[in-house]
């Protein structure tokens, strides 16, 4: 666990999914989400399973956002090429932070 920020500002707690296991378990089982959830290597998620809608951005290897989007339950992403991780929150998460392409995100273990 550490935590997710953007210029130098905390905007949640941050969980990790960085191996095989931990990526397709991801959201998977929970009734709900605080904080957020980076995959990585990511280019594409999916929310079959997952019991609530997600806010999904995708990020380049600095943790700059590249594009976000909102997933209902039983969906899949679009794949984006230029991605190298993931980040997932409950939807309406991204809105409270203002977060937007271009924003660039930092990890603080």
């Known amino acids: 666990m550490g935590w997710l920020l953007r210029d130098g500002e905390v905007?949640?707690?941050?969980?990790?999914?960085?191996?095989r296991a931990a990526r397709r378990r991801g959201?998977?089982?929970?009734?709900?989400?605080?904080?957020?959830?980076?995959l990585s290597p990511a280019r594409s998620?999916?929310?079959?399973g997952v019991q609530f809608p997600i806010d999904v951005a995708w990020l380049d290897g600095d943790l700059t956002v590249l594009r976000t989007a909102t997933l209902r339950r039983?969906?899949?992403?679009?794949?984006?090429?230029?991605?190298?991780?993931?980040?997932e929150a409950?939807?309406?998460?991204?809105?409270?932070?203002?977060l937007v392409?271009?924003?660039r995100?930092?990890?603080e273990d």
């Open 27 to 38: 959201l998977l089982g929970r009734p709900s989400f605080e904080g957020a959830i980076l």
């Open 105 to 107: 995100l930092e990890r």
């Open 101 to 103: 392409a271009g924003d």
């Open 11 to 19: 905007l949640a707690s941050l969980e990790v999914a960085g191996t």
């Open 90 to 98: 409950e939807a309406g998460t991204f809105a409270r932070w203002n």
């Open 74 to 87: 039983h969906r899949l992403s679009r794949l984006v090429l230029r991605s190298r991780s993931v980040l």
């Open 45 to 48: 998620v999916h929310t079959i």
